[in-house]
């Protein structure tokens, strides 16, 4: 494996548990370029890979997929790779772990479901259709949610039982001395011991995604509402209008 596809750091926390903010930290500490399909916004072609990846049921085809994916990439953050952790820690063996976590599973299930809408509804892939990035994110959601009911026997995706099960997952496919779990309000001292860096002398970064992704997602509904709207609106003038100039003109 060459140096350029060897990730150093997984993390390995579901998301909503403060990996915005680790990714911050983990770039101030000069690990990178780090991978998290928030940042940079609009990734639709890294989106639709992702999908692709996670739906992948071939093993061979899906480590392959993943190492396409995370190519050029040191450190890889929340989806798709929370999903498939311990395919990861097989592809690469060096790599260290880090579970983010939330103080405690309810806390994580009220910032999820703080996000007001569910992207693997039918409405919401019916509405957003046209809206680039909402099906490929929404099919590497449904896929993942998926591969969790069968792996961890869960009835319910999110919930408190999904997020102890998820942690427990990671503890046993992950050595324990490669793994570290961390609460980004521990700050800079356990993940800088973890890591070998120095403690910095600023502040650990605090970031909240939540606005900005209950904001996409709302903006995502409104574009597809338009859009729709605008769909019809064409429709009605390619068919209808020309029906009713017609039956002006007395030709029916």
């Not at 994110?137 to 869960?154: E, V």
Request: aromatic content about 10%; hydrophobic content about 40%.
């Amino acid at each position: 494996m060459s140096s350029e596809d060897s990730m150093e750091i997984i993390v390995a926390g579901l998301p909503r548990t403060g990996t915005v903010s680790l990714k911050a930290a983990l770039e101030q500490l000069g690990f990178g370029p780090c991978h998290h399909l928030l940042e940079p916004p609009f990734q639709i072609t890294r989106l639709r890979r992702s999908a692709a990846a996670v739906q992948t049921t071939d093993p061979h085809q899906r480590a392959k997929a993943f190492r396409e994916l995370y190519s050029g990439y040191k450190v890889a953050l929340d989806l798709p790779g929370t999903a498939c952790v311990d395919e990861l820690v097989h592809i690469y063996p060096q790599a260290k772990v880090i579970l983010t976590k939330r103080r405690d599973a309810s806390q994580w299930l009220d910032s999820v479901q703080g996000l007001e809408i569910d992207i693997t509804a039918f409405w919401f892939r019916a509405v957003c259709f046209w809206v680039p990035g909402v099906i490929s994110s929404s099919d590497m959601t449904r896929a993942w949610h998926k591969s969790y009911r069968t792996r961890l026997g869960l009835q319910q995706i999110p919930s408190l039982q999904m997020y102890e099960a998820h942690s427990e997952f990671i503890r046993k496919v992950v050595p324990r001395e490669s793994l570290l779990e961390f609460e980004p309000s521990m700050g800079w001292e356990p993940l800088c011991k973890f890591l070998g860096k120095e403690i910095p002398k600023t502040q650990f970064p605090r970031k909240n995604d939540r606005a900005y992704l209950r904001g996409g997602l709302r903006a995502a509904v409104v574009a597809g509402v338009l859009t729709w709207l605008a769909v019809a609106l064409f429709l009605r003038l390619l068919f209808i209008s020309p029906l009713s100039h017609k039956i002006r003109s007395g030709l029916y």
